[in-house]
């Protein structure tokens, strides 16, 4: 049996375990230097004022939502395609999600369906850019002005991607990151919002440490004991550790997008005359991230369980977040509420990519792939 080959994994070097061991020996094991260091460089990735570090990209979604102010009797627009986090953060500040629909093409949030889903209660729009390809902000960002609503971006697939030159991080009011080890890069746990305003940078800091409008490190140097909690937060810091990782993994970010789009071009060029094995569409004015290389296939389910067994460790991005029990359950959401993202659902495979995946196994994962693409349960792709 062959070694098992997972969708995605971390790139970690000497130089990345020397960072951490560093600040391990320091003063500062969180509250310290690394969080600003790592914050002003996220910063400069994103071309943004601000980065405000969060232990983790589902707590920074919880951040955007209280920096917005959201509560009861708003709604948020997400799409339906996405991870559960970008809806439950709108549920953590008592607001509504309302799901919109994707492109068939792209699976990237359809704006002709966010139009369709505004209402008196719309308060914002968060962008998912599905797979690291962002989405038509141009398109969303008109419809956001045109109602007044704030476009806000989950760009946890996109680190280091671009929409017309201007890069992820800097496409939306507020943008949120994550560093998850599958994600491009890694903290173990981390995250980050990055913002130009000021109002919202001060609000997301003031969320992530407890609503008190302080730190540790800027009371010491006041030599003061006072502070004051203003508002209902949390403790969603990151501590230096994984800051000190975060920094020495953004130095590597250009290698890591590079080995990744190769990877995609490899896969792309192989099922380019497939009509069973269908790569998503990419829109020619973005750099894509890929986080994610995503594959729609006609029998989406024998084909997952024959290339697992083969130790391919093929995954499913995502079931749409208005399926889950808990949607249902709470705010009524069924089966026909978006349902392009439903039928792309029953198709759509996601193939190992990451920097660490070697041409061979890459070679593995496209015979094992192609095989099943043109074995004979595998029925034409409808239309
Ligand atoms: C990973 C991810 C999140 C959550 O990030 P965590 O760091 O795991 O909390 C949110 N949204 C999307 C689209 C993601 O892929």
Redesign the pocket.
Known sequence: MSEFIPYGRQWIDDDDVAAVADVLRSDWLTTGPKVAEFEAALAACGGTRYAVAYC????A?HGMMFALDIGPGDEVIVPAL??A??ANAVVYQGGTPVFADVDPDTLLMDPASVSARITARTRAIIA?DYAGQPCDYDALQSLADRHGLALLA?A??ALGGSYRGRRAGSLARMT?F???PV?TIACG???AVTTDDADLNARLRLFRNHGISTDHRQREAAGAWYYEMVELGYNYRLSDIHCALGLSQLAKLPRFLERRRAIARRYDAAFAGSTNLQPLARQDNVEHAY?LYVVRLPERDAAFATLRRQGIGVNVHYVPVHLHPFYRQRFGTAAGLCPVAEQAYRHILSLPIYPGLSDADQTRVLGAVRSVGESTDQKKLAG
Not at 56 to 59: E, I, K, R
């Open positions: 983790n990209g589902t707590a979604l996405t991870f986090a970008t998912v989950d946890c697939h949120a994550s560093f998850h994600k746990e981390g995250g986080h």
